[in-house]
């Protein structure tokens, strides 16, 4: 306790605590809309997304008022277990993946302990890591995937949905929490956007595309929220496979 001599800053925290209410929201609604016999889970993904951009912005806050701390770091990763471990593998269990019994559990459950690892090798590597990236998928991104796919089909179960040529949506959901749940416990480098966005200048034409993305989120707000995210996840094994091959050429040229 001797480092909470001094007490804890309030302002960064009670952003986390925000983070970690909203994920304890959705478990709950998950459970009372399972009892109730609902079958709509929209408003489960609505409280993991503000529990997103609670826990963006107290890292924001802890260091804009240069509050940060041990115990921050620590309290932030217990809350993000919650809001970004807990809740989603819950959430979609009960949304689409109940179907598959055994089988849906054990996928929800690799998600939730890669979650835990991701977070808790953060922990660990905070004042080793490049600044500028993540190592591995970042667990609110992975999180914000998910809520978005739900949000498309307005969170609404998906027994029996299926898209044409395609096939049933739940085998595609079950696919994309296995991946999501590898992606954050790899070593795949992902752009912190703080970085890419702020600390440096960007060519005149990104400026044109945050316009154009912003047009469509007016138009398709729920599919926008969707392609960002997969947009994002891709981009990390892109910039993975070509920092690989650029590697791979240039031992190749000293041989």
């Known amino acids: 306790m001797a480092g909470l001599g001094k007490g804890v800053y309030i302002l960064p925290n009670l952003f986390t605590s925000a983070n970690l209410f909203f994920g304890f929201y959705a478990i709950i609604q998950a459970v009372e809309i399972t009892m109730a016999g609902q079958k709509t889970f929209q408003i489960c993904a609505f409280a993991i997304l503000f529990a997103a951009i609670a826990d963006m912005l107290d890292g924001r806050v802890a260091n804009l008022t240069n509050s940060a701390s041990k115990f921050g770091l620590e309290y932030d990763s217990l809350a993000d277990v919650v809001s970004f471990g807990v809740a989603p593998a819950l959430v979609m269990f009960l949304w689409s993946l109940e179907s598959f019994g055994n089988i849906g559990s054990v996928a929800c459950f690799l998600y939730l302990g ?103 989120l007016a138009v398709k707000p729920l599919w926008t929220i969707f392609l960002i995210g997969l947009l994002y996840i891709v981009s990390g094994p892109v910039i993975w496979a070509l920092r690989l091959l650029s590697f791979r050429r240039k031992r190749a040229a000293r041989l």
Do not use: W
Not at 147 to 157: A, E, R, V, W, Y
Not at 170 to 199: D, E, H, Q, T
């Open 114 to 216: 890669c979650t835990a690892m991701r977070l808790a090798r953060y922990n660990v590597q905070s004042s080793d890591i490049e600044k500028d990236h993540f190592q591995g998928l970042p667990s609110p991104m992975a999180a914000f995937m998910l809520c978005g796919l739900m949000l498309i089909f307005n969170g609404k179960t998906l027994e029996g949905e299926s898209i044409p040529y395609v096939g049933e949506v739940k085998f595609y959901v079950l696919g994309l929490v296995v991946a999501l749940s590898l992606l954050m416990v790899s070593n795949i480098p992902y752009r912190n956007f703080r970085s890419l966005f702020l600390r440096r200048r960007l060519p005149f034409y990104f400026l044109l595309f945050i316009m154009g993305g912003l047009m469509v």
